[in-house]
DNA sequence: AAACAGCGTGTAAACGTTTACAAGACGTTG
DNA sequence: CAACGTCTTGTAAACGTTTACACGCTGTTT
């Protein structure tokens, strides 16, 4: 393949030269810069973006490591993650954890030493040894959606205690007292925090939570019908089954219709995570709507102000109730269902 | 950041002997071995991807370039992709076309330029000067999914003919004889070829397809739900709507449901392509399932065929009809609505 | 007219690997 | 004991860029 060498020697310059004109970093006479110009089409020439990252140490690329590729949630979030390196310039390279620790590190390993220059990471559960040491080194990393306990990692997500309130505030509005609530891993920050969160807006409503009402799945839909299947067996079931992400929730949404259970008249269902077929469900489903596109725009800026030493600012956005018909029909405040838009 | 000189001083030994314990391509004795992996890890030493690439003129690495990373279809493509990939030692760098050709040129651009192994290639609508290009200088190019006219590259897609007749044949067996169909941009071949096979399965089957019957969208859920409308609107409006994709159907289902009509009473809906949800609607939709991991595994061989130089071998799947109650109560065959996996 | 500033260009080193080739140590064979 | 093979190791070149530095030319300032 053509190299810049060879572009010189047809456009008579010298190397430096054509790779002036490539990257336009320092004045060239008009004549010249058309001689190299046309001799970079007409060899069809393509810069090798391998020798220009050894020499100048950098990639223009950024490592996007998310939980689960067939997730929604994180689909869209890398889409927004994309958008905005685009912008400025980065290309992302995404790795697909599968909520496994293992390949989770294999991915940070691997885009690591592809020299990406920031590396993005939706923490799996567990703080792995490598994960460690990319911290320690002090490695430009920014935790996404997550956080790991004790790692002093600038972090980006976004906080769902104020929803959590709401939406348990429209249950009680609508007479419904016994609720339960499928956590993610306690391991993970957005596993427990939910269900803190959940726990004190209860009690904020004077509700009590048996703690047969709180299981634990794995944020896969799996988990969701099985969980769902052991509140279901309960000899006192719970009137709504808030599940902690939008896989669990479909996995509960089987479990409800295999039984031939009504939604809401039998059981409601809402959900964390919105996702754009949970309005197309019959009955809607009330959902808690993260700010996935701030969160991934966000995140790119903090990244990148690591990676150019600036100084940057973790964030914490706040997710929104959607409420809609799968906890009852609301004879309260009857909004549009789609609620109305905080950025 | 420590480097494999490093590495060598550390140890004692020459750098070539590093990089033959690291790689190990050649023997080494026990005790130099032991000495340098213990250099190794005492410096977290993280071999630098680029420098190697540099030298030995690959990168394990494959592009991947899918239409739309928020079609589920592309999610799960981009998923068995990676999959099989990661089996054969390689990473893939997946780039969103956003189904916009100049889009789709940026990442063939930048991924050549990064000098991936091979790049797998969801085109877009237009052939664009950029594609022949490749095309022509031999770059190692598989097409997935879809093809472009008058190229000569190996394409892996699915056939959906079969499935196509075996729909419409399911809705005559229904009674339902006036059949519309959304589909995709005729310049993709993709869209084409949906058409084409659904006129042949209706004049197949004796059926009659009016010009207004014959919509065209974008493979995007808003041309979905115009299309439909249009159709809707028409003096004699279909009896079932075929959308070409599962976005289309998702905004056919919006207009649908807007109007207060009832499916499969009112006006059946069928879809191309099955996505996890269409399961879960009320009535879950029936829809053509295309074997998106066979398609995965095999493009990927088939593009690492053509970079380690074996006699690639391109494929054309069958796709399957996955009977479900969006286009009627079927008196006829009761299965269990969700098919039975042939591979 | 000498000195100098500014501009366009070229020469060559450097980036961190892999690997061809050479060389030294040692054992085996004639 | 010389010659040779084998096995382990080291030296240095190469990969395709970018860029520090030097150079020569032109025009301006003293």
Redesign the pocket.
């Known amino acids: ?5 060879d ?2 020697r047809l456009a ?9 004109v ?2 336009d ?5 008009g ?3 058309a001689r190299v110009l046309e001799a970079v089409a007409e060899l069809g ?4 973006a ?3 990252s ?4 950098t990639t223009r690329t950024i490592g996007l490591v998310i939980g689960d590729i067939l997730n929604p949630f994180f689909t869209e979030l890398a889409r927004a993650v994309e958008d905005e390196a685009r912008r400025s310039g980065y290309s992302v390279v995404i790795g697909n954890a599968d909520e496994r620790p293992e390949r989770q590190d294999h991915y940070v390993r691997t885009l690591l030493e592809q020299r990406v220059d920031g590396l993005l990471l939706c923490p799996t559960a567990e703080i792995t040894p490598l994960v460690r040491d990319v911290v320690r080194d002090g490695a430009p990393l920014v935790f996404l959606d997550r956080t790991l306990p004790g790692l002093d990692v600038p972090t980006v997500r976004a906080d769902g205690a104020e929803a959590i309130g709401a939406l348990v505030a429209h249950l009680r509005g609508l007479g419904r007292r016994r609720v339960a609530f499928i956590s993610g891993p306690a391991l993970l920050s957005t596993g427990r925090e939910r269900t803190e969160a959940f726990r004190a807006a209860m009690r904020a409503n004077g509700l009590e939570v048996p703690e047969e009402y709180l299981v634990a799945g794995d944020f896969r839909a799996g988990s969701g019908r099985e969980t769902a299947a052991r509140l279901l067996d309960l000899p006192r079931p719970p009137e709504v089954i808030f599940a902690g992400d939008n896989l669990m929730a479909l996995g509960a949404l089987d479990e409800i219709r295999a039984r031939g259970l009504r939604i809401p008249a039998d059981v409601g269902l809402a959900s964390y995570d919105d996702v754009p077929w949970f309005a197309h469900l019959e009955p809607p489903v009330t959902a808690i709507e993260q700010p996935v596109q701030e969160l991934g725009r966000r995140a790119v800026r903090a990244l990148l102000d690591r990676v150019e030493r600036r100084p940057v600012e973790p964030a914490v956005l706040a997710a929104r109730l959607v409420v809609r018909r799968s906890c009852g029909e609301a004879p309260e405040n009857r909004g549009d269902g789609e609620g109305s838009g905080r950025a």
């Not at 020439?45 to 090798?48: E, L, S």
């Open positions: 393949m053509a190299g810049v060498k572009v010189a008579g310059v010298s190397v430096a030269t054509v790779s002036r490539l990257n970093s320092a004045a060239v006479t004549e010249t810069r020439y393509r810069p090798n391998v020798a220009r050894l020499r100048t140490d």
